[in-house]
């Protein structure tokens, strides 16, 4: 497992987990797995045990290079955000195995969602909750969650919620054992909302301090504020190093098809 979890929380205004990366070139294997287009594959990977997957095709690594690597070495935030994302899909996964939850974006800064959960109950086949995630690669933490904040006042308020009904739509579309219609019944979006903030933070973070302010933007119970954290020491030198790695890894498994 690339990565454990520990449970942190402030209850009753959130709950959730900090992360630790346990295996550097197993989470780069998986990573450079998402950038050749093979998430698919990647998820599997996750949840089965001694699944081997398809070797990529040499026509997708130029396309994975670019998305792990920065355009200008000084300005990595982009390609940090987008392998943020991604550690964070691999993070939900082993939280939530055979969860439905929407594949990572292919390109630098989409300006969408950051990620989707859906939880469907099994029994009634009925969307339980919808999670909306905001993933983000930073230096400065709380000025980012502050402006988080701002975000999940909009979603609250029902800015988005055709965008969410939509990406919804397409997530429970992957799932051929799921009646949609049925899933999508009579949903109420307030009442079947929640959120989820995954961020880095510099090790001895104050969590509460970080995530102040969480409950009067989400109202509900302490399930509807979920708070994600990676504790980094240097986070962009990190972040380069993982990348390199994932390129390394992307290079050798095209290989293996030439």
């Not at 040499?58 to 982009?78: C, D, F, I, M, Q």
């Not at 082993?94 to 950051?114: N, R, S, T, V």
């Not at 899933?183 to 510099?202: C, D, F, G, H, S």
């Not at 994600?228 to 990348?243: F, G, Q, Y």
Request: glycine share 6%.
């Amino acid at each position: 497992m690339p990565i454990t979890f520990t449970p942190i929380s402030s209850s009753p205004t959130w709950s959730g987990s900090s992360w630790q990366i346990s295996n550097d070139d197993e989470l780069a294997r998986l990573v450079a797995r998402v950038a050749l287009g093979q998430s698919h594959f990647a998820k599997r990977i996750l949840v089965e045990t001694g699944f081997r997957s398809p070797t990529p095709s040499s026509s997708t690594l130029e396309g994975a290079v670019r998305l792990l690597s920065a355009s200008n070495p000084k300005e990595p935030y982009h390609r940090d955000g987008w392998l943020f994302q991604v550690i964070s899909w691999i993070a939900a996964h082993l939280q939530q195995p055979g969860g439905l939850i929407m594949e990572p974006h292919m390109i630098h800064a989409h300006k969408g969602f950051d990620g989707i959960h859906v939880h469907v109950d099994g029994t009634t086949g009925q969307v339980e909750r919808v999670v909306i995630c905001e993933e983000k690669a930073t230096k400065n933490p709380r000025k980012m969650v502050s402006r988080i904040w701002e975000e999940f006042k909009d979603m609250e308020n029902g800015d988005s919620d055709h965008r969410l009904l939509s990406e919804v739509i397409m997530i429970l579309r992957l799932s051929p054992a799921i009646d949609l219609d049925k899933a999508i019944e009579n949903l109420v979006w307030k009442n079947r909302r929640a959120y989820r903030v995954a961020i880095t933070v510099p090790n001895g973070a104050n969590y509460s301090q970080l995530f102040d302010g969480y409950d009067a933007v989400v109202a509900g119970d302490v399930a509807q504020r979920g708070s994600e954290v990676l504790p980094l020491t240097d986070m962009r030198d990190w972040m380069a190093a993982l990348s390199t790695k994932a390129i390394n890894h992307a290079e050798k498994l095209v290989e293996a098809n030439v």
